[in-house]
């Protein structure tokens, strides 16, 4: 009998969401009559192809996100780095989990489309992203003024969920010696 491999949704929401200010960390923050992090895990609920969530939070906040998010939701405290928090998260996931997509539990706004082709994209890769093109003008600064324009041709704004092969995002994290952005970078 041939053993079913699932897909998994890790939501990183370990930080304390300081740039964002207010009196609460920003993935507590409340966004139209709910906290930020219950909208983002309620997106990764409502996919049909999303077998089980994790979600990876502030260690010592577990009692209180438990029951925010529910007992169908797996959560993990985080580590000191983005990196080591998704680590946390990815060893709590079973071996029937082969893929897994890693989410920021603060993108709140996240789309059914998005997640959809994520998941496809990683029936043909071992890893997949969605990006934006950066339209915005950039600039070099120096000393708090404007030193040049940068050319934003070929440059993207990584976004999340970031999917992977399970063993090969847990092998990639457990080899990489510094913290990351992203995913995609380990």
Known sequence: MTETRDIAAILVAAGRGKRAGGPVPKQYQDLGGQPVLRRSVDAFRAHPQIDRIVTVIPPGDEYQ?????????????????????????????????????????????ISRHVIDRVITALQTHPGA????????ALWHGRGGLVARPHPRAGLWRAQTPQGFDRAAIIAAHQTHDRDAADDVEI
């Open 65 to 109: 996100v438990a029951r925010l998010l529910g007992s169908d939701i797996c959560v993990v405290p985080g580590g000191a780095t983005r990196s080591a928090s998704v680590l946390a998260g990815l060893l709590a996931l079973p071996e029937t989990v082969d893929k897994v997509l890693i989410h920021d539990g603060a993108r709140p706004l």
């Open 129 to 136: 992203a969605p990006a934006l093109p950066v339209t915005d």
